[in-house]
């Protein structure tokens, strides 16, 4: 697959949030103003400033990373810029040129659990906040796994034994496997450049765009009541962001507590996590567990590094071993559409994560604009990524991005 030299006509580094001065000043003037009204938050190139301040825009609840002191990295510093990339269309480019091609806003790698390599570019700092958008959804699934593992949840029971307002809409009669694994047949696009695509009302309503002029405002749970059927659950996968929030209301119904204050207890503060979290909530409150969560890079490395151990990590058992082998074990690839992600064939997506079923046992949490964590069990790396890509989709930066993370893991390995 070819892949342009840059995907917009500012590359990295004319589009640094710095050099073009975004929101700066007191008050910054209308020419660098970046705001949530006029939805310039999300448009690049502001996200290359805004992605690192979500905060700033929209509504938030904190993840508390407790009051136990942060679990410590070791670090053996490599430069691994000069690694050679073998691209698809032939050409071979270094690693630091496929950061910078993929407007990387920050990267570390982990190898054997140490810290070998770290950087930051874009408006990202270390002890900074940036959004995960779908890589959220892991952590989702993460957690009704461990629910799963401990027999509070049945995933081959109806969505509706557990959540009883969705009897009148298309998940009434999906199980929640077909939930997590995003096989439910419902009536839901999900094209980010589509005004008009359901993607669209769903933002409106978990606000994460501003509502539509002259509509009553709406909220997250209300607006997933609303989805409706379109074919059978079960036969093909779909990606779809409301079955992430649908799962985790799940979550919030058998735990009785906020998605948030879950996150906390079960993860966040286990992992020793150097910072705070944040998730962005509706007018309700309402979390948005398919894509709200903002993290530093290296608590995002915390949690690869904890999945690439079996959920171990910090001294202790944080996720039972169970749930992660039965990520890794993926789902069936004959249901994963070839013509949908031509970056990944061969792979499956299963308990909200996607699975290689490659000889190294790769798997990844990933999100719009490039972020990413990418676990390699076999190489023993880990790979965390923040970025602001120009396209959302990740077919935008695939074809340099896996093969860049493909040939870090062989240097460390040889």
């Known amino acids: 697959m070819s892949t342009p030299s840059a995907p917009h006509a500012l590359d990295a580094q004319s589009s640094e949030p710095e050099r073009l001065g975004w929101m700066q000043g007191f008050p910054p003037s209308p020419a660098v103003a970046i705001t949530y009204a006029d939805g310039s938050f999300r448009q690049f190139p502001q996200s290359r400033w805004s992605f690192s301040n979500f905060r700033q825009f929209l509504p938030t609840k904190s993840v508390w990373r407790g009051s136990a002191p942060a679990s410590s990295f070791l670090v053996s510093e490599q430069d691994l810029s000069r690694i050679p990339v073998a691209l698809g269309d032939g050409r071979t480019i270094t690693f630091g040129e496929a950061l910078a091609l993929t407007y990387a806003d920050g990267i570390v790698v982990l190898h054997r659990g140490r810290i070998v390599y770290e950087r930051y570019f ?32 049945d995933p081959q029971a109806p969505v509706v034994a557990y959540v009883p307002e969705m009897a009148k809409c298309g998940f009434a009669d999906a199980r929640i496997q077909q939930v997590m694994d995003m096989t439910t047949g419902i009536a839901f696009t999900e094209v980010y450049n589509d005004p008009k695509s359901d993607v669209v009302a769903m933002r409106r309503a978990v606000g994460t765009s501003p509502p539509e002029p002259g509509t009553a405002p709406t909220s997250l749970l ?16 779909n990606y779809r962001t409301v079955n992430t929030d ?11 507590q906020p998605f948030a204050q879950v996150l906390s207890e079960r993860l966040w ?30 608590d995002l490395a915390r949690f690869g590094e904890m999945m690439r151990n ?15 082998d039965e990520i890794a074990r993926g789902a069936d690839p004959a249901k994963f559409s070839r013509e949908t992600y031509p970056t990944l064939p061969g792979w499956s997506y299963h308990n909200q994560w996607w699975v290689s079923h490659d000889a190294h046992g790769v798997i990844m949490a990933r999100g719009i604009h490039g972020q990413s964590i990418y676990i390699d069990p076999k190489a023993e790396v880990v790979v965390a990524r923040y970025a602001s890509h120009p396209v959302a989709g990740n077919v935008g ?13 062989r240097a460390l390995m040889g």
């Open 122 to 153: 874009g408006a990202l700092a270390p002890h900074q906040q940036h959004i995960a958008m779908s890589v959220t959804k892991s952590f989702t699934g993460v957690l009704a796994g461990m629910l799963v593992a401990e027999g509070r949840i």
């Open 222 to 237: 209300e607006y997933l009541t609303t989805v409706q059927k379109l074919g059978a659950h079960g036969e093909a996968f």
């Open 246 to 256: 649908v799962l985790a209301w799940i979550v919030r119904r058998v735990t009785r």
């Open 269 to 298: 503060q286990p992992l020793g996590a150097e910072e705070d979290a944040y998730i962005t909530v509706d007018r309700l409150g309402i979390e948005f567990a398919g894509g709200g969560l903002n993290t530093t890079l290296r």
């Open 310 to 324: 079996r959920g171990h990590f910090n001294g202790r058992q944080i996720v039972q071993a169970a749930v992660v």
């Open 397 to 409: 930066n695939d074809p340099v991005t896996l093969p860049a993370f493909a040939a870090v893991t």
